[in-house]
């Protein structure tokens, strides 16, 4: 954007005399204020989001570090599941075999209570010579220490895979509460991710807003510029209106926003109002506040759509945000006429008709003249 076309937006469109330069160059220096409020929004809103973004793919890092870490204790616990039930079943089938020999044992125990010692003697004593007495007296203690030995030997293995298992179920349990602990720090990041992104969206919103309000700016500067152009000379400076102002719309006096300083609703900033907000419905009719002839009808950027009417001796007036243009460039308008109807178009957030009075191009306000 060139030092001519901020010097040119937003000004009246009159040719600009030499005394009328103060009063460009305090509308330049508020123009330029308001762009570099949008350039310093725009670019701070970059870099907003770029330190989001790099948030957000921190934080995708480590929930994906989660889940990998889930799923590696959802293997382990599987595992341990699986060893559990063997070492189950090995317990059952030990058990019984315990049971088995205990049996056994309980058989012998009994016979040899029944009998004394009379059937170990009668074994013995039944041997032919002295070396089958030896050999019946050597089974006879190995079967005693075979049983001994073989219910010792399933007791400890009972034991031991007693203690197996509880160190399993113990190792089963440290992993379900790991695998709880990575759930809820996977839910936390999950929350966390949630509401970066949903800042983030907000910040690319405020970003494309910026952006936007700055190609405004320019559209309507190029737009401003080329219009002032074409109009310079046009007008002789002779009176054309009455020089008194009637209210542009009839039945409709609220004022929703005054002339002067306000933070602007679109652009997010303090900037000069240069007329005045009156509150309207969509269609009620717009009148011409004095008599005088139409240099512009049609878009005229963030004003949407406007009439501009030069009513002589460096007074005009402007009509913002209409819905409907009645008259055309060049017609001659009488005050009070209906010229447009109320609408909602340009930078507007709803239905009112902004009204600007300018003398020699400087916007002043037009309660003043009302």
């Not at 959802?74 to 090995?90: F, H, P, R, S």
């Amino acid at each position: 954007m060139t030092f001519i076309s901020l010097t040119l937006l937003l000004t009246m469109i009159m040719p600009v005399q030499a005394d009328q330069l103060s009063d460009q160059e305090e509308l330049l220096r508020d123009l330029l204020s308001q762009l570099n409020q949008q350039q310093a929004k725009l670019n701070q809103a970059a870099s907003t989001e770029k330190s989001i973004m790099g948030q957000v793919k921190n934080i995708e890092s480590e929930a994906q570090k989660a889940e990998k870490e889930i799923k590696r204790l959802e293997d382990n616990i599987e595992y341990l599941e699986k060893n559990i039930d063997v070492t189950e079943k090995q317990m059952k089938f030990q058990q019984q075999e315990l049971q088995k020999q205990s049996d056994l044992l309980s058989e012998r125990l009994v016979m040899i209570y029944e009998q004394g010692e009379r059937s170990y003697l009668e074994i013995l004593l039944g041997a032919d010579d002295l070396k089958d007495f030896i050999v019946r007296y050597d089974m006879l203690k190995t079967i005693i220490s075979q049983d001994r030995d073989l219910i010792y030997s399933i007791s400890a293995k009972k034991k031991e895979l007693d203690n197996r298992l509880a160190d399993l179920e113990v190792q089963k349990k440290e992993l379900e509460v790991s695998q709880a602990n990575k759930a809820v720090q996977q839910a936390a990041l999950a929350a966390q991710l949630k509401d970066k992104k949903s800042v983030l969206n907000s910040v690319q919103e405020d970003k494309e807003q910026y952006a936007r309000a700055i190609a405004e700016l320019e559209q309507a500067s190029a737009e401003a510029e080329a219009l002032i152009r074409r109009l310079q000379g046009k007008s002789n400076g002779s009176r054309i209106g009455t020089g008194t102002y009637t209210w542009p719309t009839p039945g409709y006096g609220n004022i929703t926003s005054p002339y002067g300083m306000r933070f602007h609703p679109i652009l997010k900033a303090r900037k000069l109002h240069t007329g005045i907000d009156i509150g309207a419905p969509m269609g009620a009719k717009i009148i011409a506040a004095d008599g005088g002839t139409v240099i512009y009808s049609g878009w005229l950027g963030a004003y949407g759509n406007a009439i501009i009417i030069d009513h002589g001796a460096g007074m005009s007036t402007l009509y913002g945000h209409e819905s409907q243009l009645l008259v055309r460039e060049g017609d001659t308008v009488a005050k009070g006429q209906i010229i447009g109807r109320v609408g909602s178009t340009g930078w507007s957030t709803g239905a009112h008709l902004h009204f600007e009075i300018r003398r020699n191009g400087t916007p002043v306000n037009p309660s003043a003249y009302l």
